[in-house]
């Protein structure tokens, strides 16, 4: 019912910027609430940015002051504004969607997209 679809992935050099995309279709009510979550290999996945209906914002530790998380309601679009890039970012990163958030997790059910590679060299 819901589908999503990421963009915007590919190679970066360290202290570079990259801004990633995420198309949403089907119902919108699932997808009020939107995120990126990223997962490196051999480690677990963790929550990047998430935004609510209310357009409230919420990001990890490790990326705040560099990363923006924004929608365009309009486009049903979500997107990943990042900067001042680090090796560290390397990972695949997520978009994710869902009618309510209580933190990191979505109440209830979650849509996945594909995922979208960001390495970052040094």
């Known amino acids: 019912q819901v589908q999503l679809v990421e963009s915007g992935g590919g190679s970066v050099q360290a202290g570079g910027s990259l801004r990633l995309s995420c198309a949403a279709s089907g119902d919108t009510y699932s997808t009020k609430c939107m995120g990126w979550f990223r997962q490196a290999p051999g480690k677990e996945r963790e929550g990047v940015a998430v935004i609510d209906r209310d357009g409230s914002t919420k990001y990890g530790d490790s990326v705040k002051g560099r990363f923006t998380i924004s929608k365009d309601n309009g486009k049903n679009t979500l997107y990943l504004q990042m900067n001042s890039l680090k090796p560290e970012d390397t990972a695949m990163y997520y978009c994710?969607?869902?009618?309510?958030?209580?933190?990191?997790?979505?109440?209830?059910?979650?849509?996945w997209g594909q995922g979208t590679q960001v390495p970052v060299s040094s």
């Open positions: 994710a969607a869902g009618s309510a958030l209580a933190g990191w997790l979505f109440v209830d059910n979650t849509y």
